[in-house]
């Protein structure tokens, strides 16, 4: 589950890892004194580099420097790097450090963020060029989220959006910085609510939200308005033509009904909530929640690695049960988009 960590207890983090370190929470954390040869030089968000005037000012002062932050995985500076460079200039062998533990682009974006929030304020370029990035390896981040954490504003983040995507690429959700999903189009969710409710009027409101992509308050207001043979978009000036046209726009499945593309990595985050309904904790349903979960690895760079990992004189019969695999969980995939719940 590459998004989910968990603290020291053993208790679910934060979704947002950034954010909760940001704020001081312990999720993840943990401080040592390493070598200063073991560090790699950090990720920087800035454009032109560090200073080197800070960084004579820090190596001629007598007190110890406060620690620095490293990404655990990789030993890579997240933030400090001023300081580590002082380190070597004066010849320390050993620095403080505090660990992150989270992704690489988790650990750039606090990188970026921390760099905003204390020490040399970063350049409107420096945020810019962080903001692409962001984006780039987490396209399915609201607006807001990036721009938390890039220190622009959200309307700047979706013009950059715009920019750097193509409309074949823009997702139909978004992860928010309360970890929520939440679909782009508020007429495509009811419209998904509306058929859920259709095929099954006893649904619950937790079990149409979660079809449809959509709060659970707006679940309600919709079954509400069905009830009372009402349209379920709010819009008074919202023609059928205009409902049925989005309607039409949305891709379908066997049977005439829509398909919620949610992003791999919002279902990552799903996944651990599924484990909470009491409809789930069967022992076919707790067996089916472990092997998705187990599966979920994550982007394609991680699958990519996987693969190479593979010996050349292997691969063939490994490939084949691979496909073997893909094909029972299409098989399902499609038994459960069949079934009327």
Not at 40 to 49: E, K, N
Request: glycine residues 8%; aromatic residues 2%; hydrophobic residues 40%.
């Amino acid at each position: 589950m590459g998004l989910q960590l968990v603290t020291a207890d053993g208790t679910p983090a934060p979704v947002d890892v950034v954010a909760a370190f940001v704020a001081g929470e312990p999720a993840g954390r943990r401080r040592a004194t390493v070598p200063v040869d073991s560090l790699l030089d950090a990720d920087s968000p800035r454009i032109d580099g560090e200073n080197g005037a800070r960084v004579q000012m820090l190596a001629e002062l007598d007190s110890p420097l406060p620690p620095i932050l490293v990404h655990r995985e990789t030993m890579r500076v997240i933030d400090g790097m001023h300081r580590l460079k002082a380190a070597r200039l004066r010849g320390d062998t050993t620095i403080d450090v505090e660990f992150f533990e989270g992704e690489d682009v988790e650990a750039f974006a606090l990188a970026v963020r921390l760099n905003i929030v204390h020490g040399l304020p970063l350049s409107q370029a420096d945020r810019t060029a962080a903001a692409k990035r962001i984006l780039r390896a987490r396209p399915y981040w609201s607006d807001r989220r990036i721009a938390t954490n890039a220190g622009l504003a959200a309307t700047t983040v979706a013009s950059i959006r715009r920019r750097s995507t193509g409309q074949s690429e823009q997702l139909n959700a978004r992860v928010g910085r309360d970890g929520r999903v939440r679909p782009l189009q508020a007429t495509e969710g009811r419209l998904r609510a509306s058929q859920v409710i259709a095929a099954n009027p006893g649904a619950s409101l937790r079990a149409i939200a979660e079809q449809a992509g959509i709060a659970t308050a707006t679940a309600k207001d919709v079954r509400d308005r069905m009830r009372q043979g009402q349209d379920p978009l709010p819009s008074k000036g919202q023609s059928a033509k205009a409902g049925s046209a989005a309607l039409e726009a949305l891709p379908q499945q066997a049977g005439g009904r829509t398909a919620t593309r949610t992003p791999a990595a919002a279902i990552r985050l799903l996944l651990p909530n599924m484990g909470k309904d009491p409809s789930l904790r069967t022992e076919a349903g707790r067996m089916l929640l472990q092997m998705l979960s187990v599966h979920s690895i994550g982007d394609e760079a991680k699958w990519l690695r996987l693969a190479r990992s593979v010996p050349g004189h292997r691969a063939d019969v490994l490939a084949q049960a691979a496909r073997r695999c893909a094909d029972h969980w299409l098989r399902l995939a499609n038994e459960l988009e069949t079934r009327r719940t």
